[in-house]
């Protein structure tokens, strides 16, 4: 039963921190929706919900990349990696 608990407030979180991101990027807070999929990657590397998070990431990137920003983009990149290493 604890077990089943906690596996559904994890899922909850996951879920939570995607919505988040998404919700950062529709409001052009593209730094934030990194962030956001950054957390979802570092805390819960094994989960669909991450998958999902490094492709947001990478049109984020795209997009700070589109708009001229390519430090930012190539940071955010730089981020991803350094998420996606395991412990």
């Given at each position: 039963?604890?077990?089943?608990?906690?596996?559904?407030?994890?899922?909850?979180?996951?879920?939570?921190?995607?919505?988040?991101?998404?919700?950062?990027?529709?409001?052009?807070?593209l730094?934030?929706?990194?962030?956001?999929?950054?957390?979802?990657?570092?805390?819960?590397?094994?989960?669909?919900?991450?998958?999902?998070a490094?492709?947001?990431?990478?049109?984020?990137?795209?997009?700070?990349?589109?708009?001229?920003?390519?430090?930012?983009?190539?940071?955010?990149?730089?981020?991803?990696?350094?998420?996606?290493?395991?412990?």
């Amino acid at each position: 039963m604890a077990h089943q608990l906690l596996e559904a407030a994890s899922r909850a979180a996951r879920s939570s921190l995607l919505v988040v991101g998404e919700t950062y990027e529709g409001q052009g807070k593209l730094e934030s929706a990194g962030n956001s999929y950054l957390k979802i990657i570092s805390q819960y590397p094994d989960s669909e919900e991450a998958q999902k998070a490094v492709e947001k990431i990478l049109g984020v990137a795209e997009a700070l990349r589109t708009a001229g920003h390519l430090n930012r983009a190539v940071s955010l990149c730089d981020r991803l990696e350094e998420a996606a290493q395991p412990a």
